[in-house]
């Protein structure tokens, strides 16, 4: 009687440590989509303005470790790209002198590192906030001339910003298999600043 009642207290504990262990535990998401991009301010100094489009893309890849009642706790990285390429001559009447740009690649270039907090509600909705630190990569152009000089402004220059931040992003999924979910996520990006980056997008999740 005494081997049988061990035999079952054991079982009965690891029946209970496999419900306690039920469910994956991780999740992998992906991200592209569409970004607005409003940091960038045209100097009033510079009379002609070529700067990279306001609107890019951004990809994200993230991993969340499931905590209880639904909540989960995970990084991401971010990339946000916004490019053009422009064919413009600059001519200067002051001293018959001019710049040429042929298929001249604008880019700016963001790389987000972040740590962030998901809460996971029961209609489907996911609401995360995150704290993150970013890098800068500029490629741009300003021209100006304001009478009697001519100002040329060739910007290639990697930024480490020392500026924290803070996101915010709403997801809603519709799932595809017992591991696999489809979904739309909308993000907004603070700095110092205030509202530097939005971006909409559809995003994929994998629970393992």
């Known amino acids: 009687m005494k081997y049988l009642f061990l035999i079952l207290a054991l079982k009965f504990t690891v029946l209970t440590f496999s419900q306690q262990h039920k469910g994956n535990r991780y999740e992998v998401t992906a991200v592209y989509g569409l970004s607005y991009d ?3 301010e045209a100097e009033a100094s510079f009379s002609v303005d070529l700067s990279g489009p306001m609107f890019g893309s951004v990809m994200e890849f993230g991993l969340d470790y499931a905590l209880p009642k639904n909540r989960f706790i995970g990084v991401a990285f971010t990339k946000q790209l916004h490019v ?10 002051v001293s018959n002198s001019g710049l040429s740009f042929d298929n ?26 995150g704290v993150f630190y970013f890098q800068t990569y500029l490629n741009t152009l300003r021209f100006n001339i304001d009478g009697v ?16 931040g803070l996101s915010l992003s709403l997801d809603y999924y519709f799932p595809i298999r017992e591991y696999l979910e489809l979904g ?11 509202a530097e980056t939005v971006y909409l997008s559809p995003i994929l999740k994998v629970s393992f």
């Open 38 to 40: 409003s940091f960038y």
């Open 84 to 93: 053009k390429n422009i064919d413009k001559n600059i001519l200067s009447t």
């Open 104 to 129: 001249y690649r604008i880019s700016r270039q963001k790389n987000f590192y972040e740590v962030h907090f998901r809460k996971q509600f029961k209609n489907k909705f996911h609401l995360t906030l």
């Open 149 to 164: 000089n001519q100002i040329y402004a060739l910007n290639n220059d990697k930024q480490r910003a020392d500026n924290l």
């Open 184 to 194: 739309l996520r909308g993000k907004m990006v603070y700095t110092l600043d205030g």
